[in-house]
């Protein structure tokens, strides 16, 4: 599947740059012509996937054509090199060799339809050469994987549903097709269908970080204990690869606490605030999660730490932080309401009502709302706490 799950970053930055001369044809009998060309082509292969050194893999590559011109293997592995030096003429021109020299190996025309629907976004163009490696072969999965890839590119999503579905048919356990397809659901947000799709990819390869790490996202996205223990699982093992994310620590601790073990998740919080500790949304983290335990004064001290990160002077930051604080201080009113302690409960009441203010001025849209509600509902308590201090009810 080389041809059709090349690297987008690669892709970004292609280039029209020709590439160097075909050197001179050596004149030989054809089979060993032949052995001397799969001796070069060799050298480059080991250049090209084991060096990562595409330059010289070029080299060697031309030098095995300079014996055998018609060795279709070479253009393969010569456009991917051609690829990652970014000179998409060249890679192009490579796999248009392919269809001229065998227009029924359709690694030709796979590659044809790649070169224009991800490099050239020519969407019809790249149909065309992947509906052509249909006809030479219909069931070449590689050619409904790369169509539908294109399709995905273009935002016609439907279409890509629909091709990622008809290859998952042909070839069921194909961890690449079912990788594929999982991710491109997990961008539609349906996190709940794509989890088959990506377990049955981790069958097969286990030790891929973005496979790992979406698995672990649509487990915490769906939720249920069996889910979660398996996000524990999938956080386990990313820790492991990489234990400097702070990321990893929040969406293991969201797993804790789902689970009811609060102690693993405040630990994996505060490391997280550890790791970050001038990022506002890691401490937002962690205070909110003080406040669903009711520990309100630890909370109202991480808020203020948040709100004096560098990047806290944002109405995605203010506007939950000032909207969290207003309810921290208006459950403290209601408590000392409910205690008849109505004097007390007025300073939380009158706290309450200029942080959801404040909250509203920061102007994040979705905040402001909440806010708005809130602070009508702190207005009336309020007055009903007042109206009892004054004794007229």
Request: charged share 25%; glycine share 6%; with cysteine.
């Amino acid at each position: 599947m080389r041809l059709c799950i090349a690297l987008t970053a690669f892709l970004l930055t292609l280039s029209c740059t020709p590439g160097p001369k075909e050197p001179t044809r050596i004149k030989l009998p054809p089979d060993v012509a032949r052995d001397s060309a799969k001796v070069w082509y060799s050298i480059g292969k080991d250049y090209l996937i084991n060096k990562g050194n595409p330059d010289k893999a070029i080299e060697n590559f031309q030098r095995a054509l300079s014996y055998d011109s018609s060795f279709t293997d070479i253009y393969v592995d010569l456009g991917w090199a051609y690829i990652q030096k970014g000179i998409a003429d060249s890679a192009e021109m490579a796999y248009q060799t392919i269809a001229q020299i065998d227009p029924k190996d359709t690694r030709g025309w796979q590659g044809l339809g790649f070169m224009y629907g991800i490099v050239k976004k020519d969407i019809e163009k790249a149909k065309l050469y992947y509906h052509k490696a249909l006809e030479v072969d219909p069931n070449n999965n590689d050619a409904r994987f790369g169509l539908a890839k294109v399709y995905e590119q273009a935002g016609r999503k439907s279409e890509a549903d629909s091709i990622y579905k008809d290859a998952l048919a042909n070839d069921p356990a194909n961890p690449a097709i079912n990788r594929a397809y999982g991710f491109f659901l997990v961008d539609r947000g349906d996190h709940q269908s794509a989890i088959p799709y990506l377990e049955k990819a981790y069958e097969t390869v286990k030790d891929n970080e973005d496979l790992n790490a979406k698995l672990l996202e649509c487990y915490l996205k769906v939720g249920g204990k069996n889910n979660l223990t398996k996000a524990i699982e999938q956080a386990n093992w990313l820790i492991q690869k990489d234990s400097t994310k702070y990321i990893l620590y929040i969406q293991r601790g969201d797993a804790y606490a789902g689970l009811g073990k609060t102690k693993a998740a405040e630990a994996d919080y505060t490391k997280a605030c550890t790791l970050a500790d001038s990022v506002a949304s890691v401490w937002m983290k962690k205070a909110v999660f003080l406040a669903e335990q009711k520990r309100y004064g630890e909370a109202s001290k991480l808020i203020n730490t948040a709100l004096n990160c560098p990047d806290a002077d944002r109405p995605e930051i203010k506007g939950p932080a000032y909207s969290l604080l207003g309810d921290i201080n208006l459950n403290q009113a209601e408590s000392l309401r409910g205690q008849k302690k109505y004097k007390e409960s007025l300073d939380y009441y009158d706290a309450a009502l200029s942080y959801y203010g404040k909250a509203i001025a920061a102007g994040d849209p979705r905040w402001a709302g909440y806010a708005s509600k809130q602070k009508e509902r702190a207005e009336q308590l309020r007055l009903k706490a007042w109206r009892k201090y004054q004794g007229i009810d």
